[in-house]
């Protein structure tokens, strides 16, 4: 039977919303799922529905959502669904809500030097296969200055400062540009890279949303064979995120 997924874009024009959920339906279609694409925040109203798809990718920038609908995929992660997504269209969503926050893994604060700095994304060795045979790579984009959790697990950094600014007074950092976390029995995925659709359609970073897309799906299946799906049934008394905040 084939998985199913969801695309929900929208948000600022300037990240080729779209044009970047075009690309990843067809990586989605050429993996045999079923692929249902939106331009509407509501999609996240239903929650069982939610719930229903072995991926959710949201690829929307700088917006406003309703925290019933965050709650939603919150309850429908925890619960197997995978999340899996790129760039300012995961971790530059919503930047007045940290439970997206929270479940992500982290959030966007500084791009230093815009668009169009040249650095190195470097793969790191660990524990997880997901980067296996990729080697290190120049991109020329935004590189993302992240603030995010320390439970995931780093995939790929970039060494910061390579432009110079108020940051650059600190010791060098490796920032983390793919990372994987889990949220209750579901996987989620986030690559920093993705800037515009020509960023996304580079072949290094088409083949980690690839993969980062099957993995996160994977949960679904899992979950669905625990003993102990209940665990995370009610997100809202696990997290903490309670409507009196």
């Known amino acids: 039977m084939k998985k199913s997924a969801l695309i929900v874009w929208g948000g600022w024009d300037g990240h080729q919303p779209e044009q970047v959920a075009d690309i990843f339906k067809e990586i989605?279609?050429?993996?045999?799922?079923?692929?249902?694409?939106?331009?509407?925040?509501?999609?996240?109203?239903?929650?069982?529905?939610?719930?229903?798809?072995?991926l959710i990718v949201p690829h929307w920038t700088m917006g406003q959502i309703e925290r019933k609908y965050v709650l939603n995929i919150s309850e429908a992660v925890a619960a197997g669904v995978g999340l899996a997504?790129?760039?300012?269209?995961?971790?530059d969503s919503f930047r007045n809500n940290v439970d997206w926050q929270f479940m992500t893994g982290g959030n966007w604060v500084a791009h230093p030097g815009n668009d169009g700095v040249d650095y190195t994304v470097n793969i790191k060795h660990s524990s997880s296969p997901l980067l296996k045979g990729i080697s290190d790579f120049k991109v020329v984009s935004e590189q993302y200055y992240l603030h995010y959790d320390p439970a995931v697990e780093v995939l790929a950094t970039t060494r910061f400062p390579v432009?110079?600014?108020?940051?650059?007074?600190?010791?060098?950092i490796d920032m983390p540009v793919v990372w994987t976390k889990r949220w209750g029995h579901g996987n989620v995925f986030y690559n920093s890279l993705g800037h515009?659709?020509?960023?996304?359609?580079?072949p290094e970073v088409s083949l980690i949303m690839r993969r980062g897309f099957l993995w996160a799906a994977s949960g679904k299946a899992q979950a669905e064979n625990s003993a102990v799906n209940s665990?995370?049934?009610?997100?809202r008394t696990y997290t903490g995120m309670g409507d009196s905040q």
């Open 85 to 91: 997504g790129c760039h300012g269209g995961m971790c």
């Open 163 to 172: 432009f110079d600014g108020p940051h650059s007074a600190n010791k060098a």
């Open 196 to 202: 515009q659709a020509n960023i996304v359609a580079m």
């Open 231 to 235: 665990t995370y049934k009610n997100v």
């Open 28 to 54: 989605l279609e050429e993996e045999n799922f079923q692929v249902e694409v939106s331009n509407s925040l509501d999609s996240y109203a239903d929650k069982e529905r939610l719930k229903t798809f072995d």
